[in-house]
C-alpha cells in the first residue's frame, strides 16, 4: 500500500498545494516514493523517499503549472528539512 509517516504525508500535501498538482501526479509521486524506500530496504516510505521522489517525478509537471515563487516555496522547505540519508 502507498502510504507515507505524518512528515512524508505533509510534504506530499504541501507540494500539492504549491505546485497545483494533479492527482496523477500525487499517485506518481507516491509510486516512485514507494521504489526509492523498496531500494533503500524500508518498509514504509519516509520524507526523505517523497522529498526524492517530488525532486525526480514532478520536475516536468512543474516547468509546465507551477508559478517559480511556488518553486521556490517548496525547495525552502524542502531544504528545512535537512540533509536526508535514505538507510
Same mark, same amino acid.
Given at each position: 500500500?502507498?502510504?507515507?509517516?505524518? =512528515?512524508?504525508?505533509?510534504?506530499?500535501?504541501?507540494?500539492?498545494?504549491?505546485?497545483?498538482?494533479? =492527482?496523477?501526479?500525487?499517485?506518481?509521486?507516491?509510486? %516512485?516514493?514507494?521504489?526509492?524506500?523498496?531500494?533503500?530496504?524500508?518498509?514504509?516510505?519516509?520524507? &526523505?523517499? %517523497?522529498?526524492? =521522489?517530488?525532486?525526480?517525478?514532478?520536475? &516536468? %509537471? %512543474?516547468?509546465?503549472?507551477? =508559478?517559480?515563487?511556488?518553486?521556490?516555496?517548496?525547495?525552502?522547505?524542502?531544504?528545512?528539512?535537512? &540533509?536526508?540519508?535514505?538507510?
Amino acid at each position: 500500500l502507498l502510504y507515507t509517516d505524518e =512528515a512524508g504525508g505533509a510534504l506530499l500535501k504541501q507540494a500539492m498545494s504549491r505546485l497545483d498538482l494533479s =492527482a496523477r501526479a500525487w499517485h506518481r509521486i507516491l509510486k %516512485v516514493a514507494r521504489t526509492i524506500a523498496d531500494l533503500a530496504g524500508n518498509s514504509e516510505i519516509r520524507a &526523505p523517499h %517523497v522529498a526524492e =521522489a517530488i525532486q525526480i517525478g514532478v520536475s &516536468p %509537471v %512543474v516547468e509546465k503549472r507551477a =508559478a517559480p515563487r511556488g518553486i521556490a516555496i517548496l525547495l525552502a522547505s524542502l531544504s528545512a528539512l535537512g &540533509p536526508f540519508s535514505i538507510d
